[in-house]
């Protein structure tokens, strides 16, 4: 069992920046692949930014040169660093530690707000 906890979010205004932070437990971090993802109310949840083993990255189309997400290693830890916020980014945003083939954990998601 992987446990996964976000932290970070909160409300903000058009065009701030927050930062979200992700540590999901066990002593191969390293090989995890991790990824942040979103679901706005009366939305699927979609795919924002995701970082392998190896640190390839991918974003979603919406958040590109935005976004950037990393991960530190030593900490266990993913940050999802968000800027030029928009309202159509509020969501509840959660975390996914893909442990191996068939073991995926999910933290219990960090709301952000933007609006003034």
């Known amino acids: 069992q992987v446990h996964v906890v976000e932290s970070g979010g909160g409300l903000v205004q058009p065009g701030g920046s927050l930062r979200l932070s992700c540590t999901a437990s066990?002593?191969?971090?390293?090989?995890?692949?991790m990824g942040w993802y979103r679901q706005a109310p009366g939305k699927q949840r979609e795919l924002v930014a995701r970082?392998?083993?190896?640190?390839?990255?991918n974003y979603a189309d919406s958040v590109k040169d935005r976004f950037t997400i990393c991960r530190d290693n030593a900490k266990n830890t993913v940050y999802l660093q968000m800027t030029s916020l928009k309202p159509e980014d509020t969501a509840v945003y959660s975390c996914?530690?893909?442990?191996?083939?068939?073991?995926?954990?999910w933290g219990q998601g960090t709301q952000v707000t933007v609006s003034s």
């Open positions: 970082i392998d083993s190896s640190g390839n990255t």
């Open positions: 996914n530690a893909d442990v191996s083939v068939g073991f995926s954990y």
């Open positions: 066990g002593s191969t971090f390293r090989l995890y692949d």
